[in-house]
Structures are given as structure tokens and as C-alpha cells.
């Protein structure tokens, strides 16, 4: 360790371009790939125009409007699923023992195993998301100041933040019960769903514990709100909008929390 | 040697299996009540499973109810009926099985499959008694749940008329066919190509749009869900089953499209023998 931090981010470097060449060798696999990941995400802004084939207005908001939510929330989702989303593959890693490995190694544990893993054939999906956010931005009408210019570069960059902590929570369970199989979805995929429309959709006590009991309405609505200029029909202030990247902080302090009481509580699964 | 297998030229020995019938029943039986037993072993990934089923059963009905808005109707469904739709088929998903099967592929890449050729009942039926087994355990663990939980929140529609039940009991059975079928062709491509994730990732996009799973397909134009439905199997694995249940249309028609299913069932499983006949004649499977 004489050369300390140069050492570490090398050997960082090295597990990443292990990654990048494995997953390219096999050219043909690697594109196929990158088109079907494109489609998970076309599909979701698809959707949203079909609902508005047989609806002029969905929850209080028009297509125009709802796009920017839908934009804000496929951009962010698509970037942390690439940058944080293969932590979801733990439950293998505790049963297999390969987590094991990891821990005797003299690097991080949570960065080494999103390196090692990294997907690049989510690399497409991100970039699609975030044609779709500047389409829709660009199409909203919205009425630019200062403000709204940095929050539409902030506003994504909060909500990859956020996602990327649920994406690490949630893995957490998983050290306590191995094979929770698919409730992470629940969280992950399921909060990639209800951000994709205006809270308003929603109701009753399910919206009270997604939107604000679990933050997401700070994801894509509050912000969407704000640059777009609207008040919100639920009566909350306008500079809520602004509060996104705080919330973020707030959700990625909890998870690193979370992670380390859970590596803590790790125990072997012995195989 | 006859019927062992061992020194045919044919991989498959099937002359064996239909020279009776109740034999047959009984194996099939069997196999169908192991695929049962085998899911019912899961049980915690099953309550998982439900959580998120139910999860998703919140979302998806919210924004449909949201879509029928004020006027409270949308592509021919009310309230009710699109609560029942989204619920349902959150249930009926995983009695299909849409996604995540790939036991086939994995075998026939491992060179497992041999041992299935070997046996004296042929594959396709083997794996269609096990994956009604499947099925079965599903329909009392995944589906019974979110039909169960639903009308605390929503207001359900409930069938009018007592012929459907039994309709909906038969078209749910045969998407559970057509579902296999599309599986089987999609890992049997395997048999063929080194990879199987290109077809895979086709199957999974594709399906999960064209069933009615993001959205009822009558949201589209009436030209496009109808050539859908008539030119492809994917109407016929949820939104079928689905339409029926709600009622969507009178009785003629729901028995018109449970046939379009039966026909779907013939053509499909037929493929699959066919295909799997094809593959035996070029597998060449290394030893070790």
C-alpha cells in the first residue's frame, strides 16, 4: 500500500476494464443487448402514449406535462440501473460465497461489487432515457429562468441518486433473508412505475406512503412541477420542487447506513 | 430393447407411449403433480412473489382508473372492470409464466437434454405435464392472493353471467398452454444457436406489450388489436382470459376468442413436436 489511493483506483480500473472486455467479446450477444434494453424503456414511454390514445388528461395533467415526468423518471432510472442496478444480483452473491471474496479483499466491498459487474449493455438505455428527457423538456413550452435551467440539470441527477440508493437498500435485505427473490422489484422496478406518472393518479394511503412516506414524489412530480410552473393540486409549496437533490442526500446517507449495518450483520452462508 | 431407448436411432421413442392410454394418463399424472410439489417447495420466494404482485397491482390499477378519468369508461371497460383486469392479471402472470423460463435452453447447452430424449415419453409432453403442475400451484399461491386483497381497496367486477366461469376456467387453462408452447419454441432455438439471449429478449419485450400486461390492448386502434389477435399468439396468453372474465363482450364473441386460443394450442404444440424433431436429427451432443 505505499502508493495508497493510486493503488486502490488502478486495481478499481483493472476490475472495470475485466468487465468492459468479457462482455464485448462476444460482439453479436453484446448488440442484441443493447437493442433489447433500448426496447424496456420505448415500451414504458409507449405505454404512456397509448393511455393517451384513449384520454386527454391523466391525473389533472396533459400529455405535454406527464411527458416530463415520465422523461424525468425514465432518465434517472435508466442511469442508476446501469451505474447501481446489478447490486440486485446479491442474493447470488451471498448464496454462491462470492461475497465472501470480496469482503477478504483490501477494497471496498460495495464498489468492488458494481464494478465487477458493471452491465455495459444498459449503457443504451441510459441514453435513450435521456433523449426522451430532453425531448420531452424541450417540447413542455416551459418558461426558462436561471433557476429552472440548472434544476433540469440537478432534477436528474437527484433522482439517479435516489433510485441508486433504493437499488442498495434493498439489496440489504438480503443479508438478513437470502432468498427474498423478487420483493426488491417491489421497491425498484415498482418505484421506476409510480414515478413514471403524476402522483395525482394515485390515492389514499398507497400514494401517502410511495410519494412522501418513501420519497418518491420527490423524484419526477415535485420537480416537474417546478419547471413547468404549475401549483400543485395537492397543495404543497412551490419551492418543494427545489428540495429533490436535499432528499437525494437524505436517501443515499440512509442507504450507505443501511449497507453497512447489513455487511456488519453478514453471516456466511458457508458454500 | 425395444422401447429402452438404447440403440435407436431415433433419439425420442415415442411409438411406445401412445400404444396406450391410461398408461400414458398416468404418466402424465405424475409428471404434473412433481411440477406441482417442486413449486410448492419455494415458499418463500412465493410470498415474496406476492408482495410484488401485489405492489404492482396498486400502480397499474391506479393509473387505468386514472385513465378512465371523469367519463369512468375507456376502451369499452368501466371502472370495475379494468379494477378486475389489472388484479387478475397480476395473478394470471405468473400462473403463464411469461418471463423467466429457461430450463430447456440451460439444458440443452449443458447437454442435460439427452437424459430428457432418453426417457420413453416424449419431451414436449413431459414438459407440458410439468409445467401444468406449475401451473396449477400457481393458480392457488399467486393467483388466489391479489384476487383476495384487491376488493378491500377497489370496487371488482364480478361475472354476470355463470357460463363464463367456466369459460375463463378453460381460457386461462389455454393460455397456460400457449404460454408453454411460445417457451418451448423460444429455448428450443438453443438446440441451433450458441446464445439463446437474442430470442429471449425478443420474447420478453415482445410479450409483455402485446398480452395486455402494460396496458388492455382494445386501447388501440380497432384494426391493429384485431390483426393482433388473429396473427399472433401474444393477445391469447393474458388479455384473452382477461376480456373473457370481464365480460368486455357478449357471449358469442367470448366463445370466439376462446376458440381462436384452441386453435392457437393446436398449431402451437404441433410446432413444437415439429421443431423438436428437427433439432433431434442435427443434436450432437459431446460426451464426458
Known amino acids: 500500500m505505499a502508493d495508497g489511493r493510486g493503488g486502490t483506483l488502478r486495481a478499481y480500473r483493472a476490475l472495470l476494464g475485466a468487465q468492459a472486455r468479457s462482455q464485448t467479446a462476444y460482439r453479436t450477444s453484446f448488440a442484441v443487448d443493447l437493442v433489447g434494453n433500448v426496447g424496456a424503456t420505448a415500451f414504458d414511454v409507449l405505454t404512456v402514449l397509448v393511455l393517451f390514445g384513449v384520454t386527454r388528461e391523466l391525473g389533472g395533467f396533459t400529455l405535454r406535462e406527464t411527458l416530463v415526468v415520465v422523461g424525468l423518471s425514465a432518465c434517472a432510472f435508466a442511469t442508476a440501473d446501469l451505474l447501481v442496478g446489478n447490486i440486485e444480483r446479491i442474493p447470488q452473491y451471498v448464496r454462491t460465497g462470492l461475497l465472501d471474496a470480496v469482503l477478504v479483499r483490501p477494497l471496498g466491498a460495495l464498489p468492488q461489487l458494481l464494478l465487477m459487474d458493471l452491465p455495459l449493455r444498459k449503457v443504451s438505455r441510459a441514453v435513450f432515457g435521456l433523449a426522451v428527457w430532453v425531448t420531452a423538456v424541450a417540447s413542455a413550452g416551459i418558461d426558462w429562468t436561471p433557476g429552472r435551467a440548472l434544476l433540469v440539470v440537478l432534477a436528474p441527477l437527484a433522482a439517479v441518486v435516489f433510485f441508486g440508493s433504493i437499488f442498495v437498500a434493498t439489496a440489504t435485505v438480503s443479508f438478513y433473508w437470502v432468498e427474498s427473490g423478487q420483493l426488491a422489484n417491489s421497491l425498484t422496478y415498482g418505484g421506476r412505475d409510480f414515478t413514471s406518472y403524476p402522483v395525482t393518479v394515485y390515492g389514499g394511503w398507497f400514494r401517502a406512503l410511495f410519494a412522501y412516506g418513501l420519497g418518491f414524489a420527490f423524484v419526477s412530480y415535485h420537480p416537474a412541477l417546478a419547471l413547468l410552473g404549475r401549483a400543485d393540486p395537492l397543495g404543497l409549496p412551490a419551492w418543494v420542487g427545489w428540495a429533490a437533490p436535499g432528499v437525494a442526500v437524505v436517501a443515499a446517507a440512509l442507504a450507505a447506513a443501511a449497507w453497512r449495518v447489513g455487511i456488519r450483520h453478514y453471516r456466511s452462508t458457508g458454500s | 430393447m425395444e422401447g ?33 410439489r417442486r413449486y410448492s417447495t419455494y415458499r418463500q420466494a412465493t410470498v415474496a412473489g406476492i408482495v410484488t404482485n401485489t405492489v404492482f397491482g396498486f400502480l397499474r390499477c391506479y393509473v387505468l382508473l386514472a385513465v378512465a378519468g371523469a367519463a369512468g369508461t ?53 414438459y407440458l405435464a410439468t409445467d401444468l403442475g406449475r401451473a396449477g400451484h400457481a393458480a392457488l399461491a399467486r393467483l388466489l392472493p391479489p384476487v383476495v386483497v384487491a376488493p378491500f381497496f377497489f370496487d371488482l367486477y364480478l361475472p354476470t353471467r355463470w357460463p363464463t366461469v367456466l369459460l375463463f376456467a378453460g381460457s386461462a387453462t389455454a393460455a397456460v398452454v400457449i404460454c408453454f408452447a411460445c417457451r418451448y419454441l423460444v429455448n428450443a432455438t438453443a438446440y441451433w444457436l450458441a446464445d439463446v439471449r437474442g430470442p429471449l429478449v425478443l420474447w420478453t419485450l415482445g410479450s409483455g406489450v402485446l398480452c395486455g400486461l402494460y396496458f388492455p390492448l382494445r386501447f388501440l386502434p380497432e384494426w391493429l388489436y384485431q390483426a393482433l389477435w388473429i396473427a399472433t399468439p401474444f393477445p391469447s396468453l393474458l388479455q384473452t382470459p382477461l376480456d373473457v372474465l370481464v365480460e368486455r363482450d357478449p357471449a358469442p364473441v367470448q366463445v370466439a376468442l376462446v376458440a381462436v386460443q384452441a386453435g392457437w394450442v393446436v398449431v402451437l404444440l404441433a410446432a413444437c413436436r415439429w421443431v423438436q424433431r428437427r433439432a433431434e436429427r442435427r443434436l450432437a451432443v459431446q460426451g464426458g
Open chain 2, 4 to 36: 429402452s431407448g438404447v440403440g435407436s436411432l431415433n433419439a425420442t421413442v415415442a411409438p411406445f407411449t401412445t400404444s396406450n392410454v391410461i398408461p400414458w394418463f398416468r404418466t402424465f399424472w405424475a409428471l404434473a403433480a412433481s411440477g406441482f
Open chain 2, 74 to 126: 375507456a376502451g369499452g371497460y368501466d371502472r370495475p372492470q379494468l379494477a378486475t383486469f389489472v388484479w387478475v392479471g397480476q395473478g394470471l402472470l405468473t400462473v403463464v409464466l411469461l418471463w423467466g423460463w429457461t430450463e430447456l435452453a440451460d439444458r440443452i447447452r449443458t447437454g442435460d437434454v439427452t437424459a430428457d430424449l432418453l426417457r420413453p415419453v416424449h419431451p414436449v409432453t413431459a
